[in-house]
């Protein structure tokens, strides 16, 4: 008996293969809209959205966007733009290498989401539609028609897959919604990118410039975003204006001028970093910068561990911890039971060392295990070092960490004479206090990233990729998987201690509860992993990346309370499910989750 399979055909089913848009406008019709309804939407930013000024932001006043219409106004130029260069406009193809069909859905897709959970929150806020004024619905209607056209676009339809005609009407449906789920991915697929041409290298180390200071413009105007509602529209307009410069293969074509300038591009970001405090009028904003940058260089720590040798670590955050005790206890702290107060280089070298020792000493009889084994030890050491700090406070145990109270009153740094915790004024610029700490973070980063670079483009590191790539395969090769694995682990320990110094005196406090294997607030050894994974494992910009937004949402998700954590895991469900590799993933890995990709013609020694 033969099964038939045939291929489902409509009326009206577009012929397979040809080049038609989702919704049924003629294309050059689609081309126009989205263009000219990319102007209009710039124009419309410049109306009252509403009568009253109770809504954040502002939205009354004509001719000076203000909130959230200054990223509605950013979304319909980019959208406009890429418009333009699908017409071949002179001077401006050079921003959609890949093509701009693609591009422009998104940037479309950006401009509407934006412009209308906008005119949701006002209705929502304020108390009904009433409340919009004339230009909100003008914002509206344009932007739903610039994604109406953008959605015309042509694009390459995928082969439909053949179906059983026996098969129950469930299987149908399924069947159908797979392939309209393949046509709808395909419709925001793009080209492989024109290889950029070797520009002169001022020109490239300008770009390069152009592009750091781009970044320092979209963190600092994120991080300073004053109420929920411009947080919100920040992250969808970032994010989806993020997809489609990736789509239109301008950010792969940045990547390759920065890799060909790989140190100055390295250089040039510690430079942005460091101009952050200077784009602050208070200290409030650079609390949050240096909270970040110990999350971030105890994740690049981590990505030692995780990412180049492989090895799964749940209790990451316990390093930290024995760091910031150890720097806590003899650096003049009235808790401590020491009462020693040792110069900060001295402090530095006590955590740092704690931590390595409590690496090997962990190391030494567990890394002989592997895969699940491996992450159960390690995240029972992460809570073992949690009870016991909790216990030792004299009447459970030896009186040394002062129990649930932990060490209390840590003074502030006091480098070559230099006070931290005082504000000093540098060229007109007044200095607080977590900026000073900010610049102290930022010199122990660089030590990291110095570390991460050095180690990873060794011969252990290159052990280390292979251990992680093949474990077996490399002890037959004569690597000593023992040792190689331990020396990643006191490392990472090691790096993870430095950071723990520093942490303590920031914190004032030092507390058992700070180091959980899980929380509402990182860092903690669930949110170091999950920087590692969600900006790329074995890439040194992915894990800062990574760190920063984990720290940074959550700080500002506050406002969804019990459900902070219900968007956040969701999200990161979300990302995971539709890039696996991360956010800024090594070229090896990435064409391990998508193998149609094209091959590299050279990989590194950490496959970068």
Known sequence: MTTQTTTPKTAGTPTTGAHTGLIGIPPHTGRALATGGGLLTIVSTFLAWTWTAEFPGDLTVYGYPGGLQVLVLIGGALTTLLGLASYGVKGLR??????????????????????????????????????????????????????????????????????????????????????????????????????????????????????????????????????????????????????????????????????????????GAFVAAACFPFTQTDDQYATLGVYILIFATVALGLNIVVGL???????????????????????????????????????????????????????????????????????????????????????????????????????????????????????????????????????????????????????????????????????????????VKLIAFAVGATLAGLAGTVQAHVTYTVTPEQYLFAGTTPPNSAFLLAAVVLGGMGTIAGPLIGAALLFLIPNKLQFLGDYQLLAFGLALVLLMRFRPEGLIPNRRRQLEFHEEAEAPTVLSKTGA
């Open 309 to 483: 040798a492989g090895l799964l670590d749940l209790g990451y955050v316990a390093f930290l911890g024995v760091g910031a005790y150890a720097a806590s206890l003899v650096s003049g702290s009235q808790s401590s039971p020491f009462g020693v107060h040792f110069p900060f280089w001295a402090a530095v070298l006590v955590g740092a060392a704690a931590s390595l020792v409590f690496g090997v000493l962990i190391g030494a009889p567990t890394l002989r295990l592997r895969g699940d084994y491996l992450a159960i030890v390690t995240l029972g050491f992460g809570e073992i070092f949690r009870i016991a700090a909790n216990n030792l406070d004299g009447t459970s145990g030896p009186d040394l960490t002062n129990g649930s109270n932990g060490i209390s009153s840590i003074p502030d740094l006091k480098i070559l004479g230099f006070d931290l915790g005082v504000q000093h004024d540098v060229a007109g610029f007044t200095i607080g206090r977590f900026a000073n700490y900010f610049f102290l973070m930022l010199i122990i980063t660089a030590v990291v990233v110095l570390v991460f670079r050095r180690s990873g483009d060794s011969r252990i590191g290159r052990a280390w990729v292979a251990i992680r790539e093949d474990e077996t395969a490399a002890l037959a090769m004569g690597i000593n998987g023992f040792r």
């Open 94 to 267: 050079w921003l959609a290498p890949s093509g701009a069909d693609a591009a422009i859905r998104l940037a479309a897709l950006a401009t509407f989401t934006t412009t209308w959970y906008t005119l949701i929150a006002i209705s929502a806020q304020l108390g009904g539609l009433v409340n919009l004024e004339p230009g909100g619905y003008v914002a509206a209607a344009v932007t739903l028609i610039t994604l109406l056209g953008a959605l015309a676009l042509p694009f390459e339809r995928p082969e439909p897959d053949p179906f059983d005609s026996d098969s129950t009407g469930w299987e149908q449906f399924k069947h159908t919604t797979a392939q309209n789920w393949q046509t709808i991915r395909a419709a925001f697929t793009s080209g492989a990118p024109r290889p950029v041409r070797t520009l002169p290298s001022y020109v490239e180390i300008l770009i390069i410039a152009a592009v750091l200071a781009v970044a320092l413009l979209v963190f600092t105007y994120g991080i300073g975003t004053e109420y929920d509602e411009l947080f919100v529209g920040f992250l969808i307009t970032a994010g989806l204006g993020f997809a489609a410069l990736n789509k239109s293969g301008l950010i792969t074509q940045i990547t390759q001028i920065t890799a060909r300038h790989q140190n100055i591009t390295i250089c």
